[in-house]
């Protein structure tokens, strides 16, 4: 009999499979703050349950999907990214990324960024996920999972991370939840919902929903659909153009959905929500990061409720695509706060791990394929 997996089902289902198994209404309670609340992966950590329900859920249910394969952090000890393994052998990575405030002590703000495919469909040229193409859709409970893995490694960080824990101090807690990592979110869309619903469940792992931030290419159904489902969600669309010419390029499923309709679902999402919706633009050297494009950018969003992050780009080795300048990324964001958008230039994190989305997984990917073929070559004796 294949194993339940618990992280795939909703309140509602946990108790249809404890209500078939003889249990008590109150049992989904104690399962699901175990699940959600204490973090538990093994069923025996879950004390106050009996030794039968502890038993017939070690025997027929599984609880974390992932299986950590490699773990990489940057030499500042900020950014840890992490390659799991699912069930049938297909990888996904998942990135940590800790902030210290201003006047802070180091990580104030803790915040993971997970997938939400195992590869992606979107094919957008400069990114290591796209060029890898789509595997399958994650479900909900592998998406999950990531999040909660985050909060158990920051529960009980390696004690060689200086100044991320004291002994004597309160655990620490995951703060910030983007969904930014491997694949397309709204391409996934019930799935994605789910696993949301899931992190921000008041009983369980209860995240705000406004530490959420989801990040879509512009898929223009998923973002009307977005408006309507009441939690507070962050809203991120990737843009990286102005122009469907240049963005068809970069952004293949511009084709279908072009700016003029991604704008206009935005639109409608602002006036739906009354939320702020940023934009994301990925500054690549002599491809997008001209004054003229930084003006045609600032034309295209004038009025709108909404706030551009510009993020030098992560490098793919062996791409054309690289980062722009910091003097012509400075130029860029000057031109844009002139014209009264406001503007950020995130933070480059990672450059030294792979953090970019893919990037790991194809290094992994590479090397073992390296190695495959080392150990097929004949001798040389």
Same mark, same amino acid.
Request: with cysteine.
């Given at each position: 009999?294949?194993?339940?997996?618990?992280?795939?089902?909703?309140?509602?289902?946990?108790?249809?499979?404890?209500?078939?198994?003889?249990?008590?209404?109150?049992?989904?309670?104690? %399962?699901?703050?175990?699940?959600?609340?204490?973090?538990?992966?093994?069923?025996?950590?879950?004390?106050? /349950?009996?030794?039968?329900?502890?038993?017939?859920?070690?025997?027929?249910?599984?609880?974390?999907?992932?299986?950590?394969? &490699?773990?990489?952090?940057?030499?500042? @000890?900020?950014?840890?990214?992490?390659?799991?393994?699912?069930?049938?052998?297909?990888?996904?990575?998942?990135?940590?990324?800790?902030?210290?405030?201003?006047?802070?002590?180091?990580?104030?703000?803790?915040?993971?960024?997970?997938?939400?495919?195992?590869?992606?469909?979107?094919?957008?040229?400069?990114?290591?996920?796209?060029? *890898?193409?789509?595997?399958?859709?994650?479900?909900?409970?592998?998406?999950?999972?990531?999040?909660? #893995?985050?909060?158990?490694?920051?529960? *009980?960080?390696?004690?060689?991370?200086?100044?991320?824990?004291?002994?004597? @101090?309160?655990?620490?807690?995951?703060?910030?939840?983007?969904?930014?990592?491997?694949?397309?979110?709204?391409?996934?869309?019930?799935?994605?919902?789910?696993?949301?619903?899931?992190?921000?469940? *008041?009983?369980?792992?209860? /995240?705000?929903?406004?530490?959420?931030?989801?990040?879509?290419?512009?898929? %223009?159904?998923?973002?009307?659909?977005?408006?309507?489902?009441?939690?507070?969600?962050?809203?991120?669309?990737?843009?990286?153009?102005?122009?469907?010419?240049?963005?068809?390029?970069?952004?293949?499923?511009? &084709?279908?959905?072009?700016?003029?309709?991604?704008?206009?679902?935005?639109?409608?999402?602002?006036?739906?929500?009354?939320?702020?919706?940023?934009?994301?633009?990925?500054?690549?050297?002599?491809?997008?990061?001209?004054?003229?494009?930084?003006?045609?950018?600032?034309?295209? /969003?004038?009025?709108?409720?909404?706030?551009?992050?510009?993020?030098?780009?992560?490098?793919?080795?062996?791409?054309?695509?690289?980062?722009?300048?910091?003097?012509?990324?400075?130029? #860029?964001?000057?031109?844009?706060?002139?014209?009264?958008?406001?503007?950020?230039?995130?933070?480059?994190?990672?450059?030294?791990?792979?953090?970019?989305?893919?990037?790991?997984?194809?290094?992994?990917?590479?090397?073992?394929?390296?190695? *495959?073929?080392?150990?097929?070559?004949?001798?040389?004796?």
């Amino acid at each position: 009999m294949d194993s339940q997996a618990l992280l795939d089902l909703t309140r509602e289902a946990l108790g249809a499979l404890l209500a078939g198994w003889g249990e008590p209404r109150y049992r989904v309670d104690q %399962v699901w703050q175990w699940l959600y609340r204490r973090l538990a992966t093994d069923p025996a950590q879950m004390t106050n /349950l009996p030794g039968s329900l502890r038993q017939r859920l070690s025997a027929e249910a599984v609880i974390d999907p992932l299986r950590l394969i &490699h773990e990489q952090r940057s030499t500042d @000890g900020q950014t840890i990214k992490w390659l799991f393994r699912l069930y049938d052998g297909l990888t996904i990575e998942t990135v940590l990324m800790l902030y210290a405030e201003a006047g802070g002590s180091g990580g104030d703000r803790r915040t993971v960024c997970i997938s939400t495919q195992a590869g992606c469909g979107m094919g957008c040229v400069f990114c290591a996920t796209g060029q *890898a193409g789509l595997a399958r859709n994650l479900s909900s409970g592998e998406i999950v999972a990531q999040a909660l #893995f985050a909060a158990r490694w920051l529960a *009980a960080p390696p004690p060689d991370l200086e100044g991320l824990s004291t002994p004597s @101090g309160p655990p620490l807690a995951l703060t910030n939840v983007v969904v930014m990592g491997m694949g397309e979110p709204l391409a996934n869309y019930d799935r994605t919902w789910q696993a949301l619903r899931t992190i921000t469940d *008041a009983e369980g792992f209860g /995240l705000g929903a406004r530490h959420i931030t989801l990040s879509t290419v512009g898929l %223009v159904p998923g973002i009307r659909q977005m408006a309507t489902e009441g939690l507070q969600v962050n809203l991120a669309v990737s843009l990286h153009a102005a122009n469907d010419e240049l963005r068809t390029s970069l952004v293949p499923i511009n &084709h279908r959905y072009p700016v003029r309709d991604v704008m206009a679902a935005v639109q409608e999402y602002v006036e739906h929500t009354h939320r702020r919706v940023t934009f994301e633009y990925a500054l690549m050297r002599d491809i997008n990061d001209a004054p003229a494009q930084a003006r045609e950018l600032a034309r295209l /969003l004038r009025g709108l409720l909404c706030h551009v992050n510009l993020i030098p780009l992560n490098p793919v080795s062996g791409s054309p695509y690289q980062p722009s300048s910091p003097e012509r990324a400075s130029a #860029f964001q000057a031109i844009l706060e002139r014209e009264g958008i406001p503007t950020t230039m995130r933070q480059r994190r990672g450059i030294d791990i792979d953090a970019g989305c893919g990037q790991l997984r194809r290094r992994m990917t590479l090397a073992g394929d390296s190695q *495959a073929s080392e150990d097929r070559a004949p001798s040389a004796g």
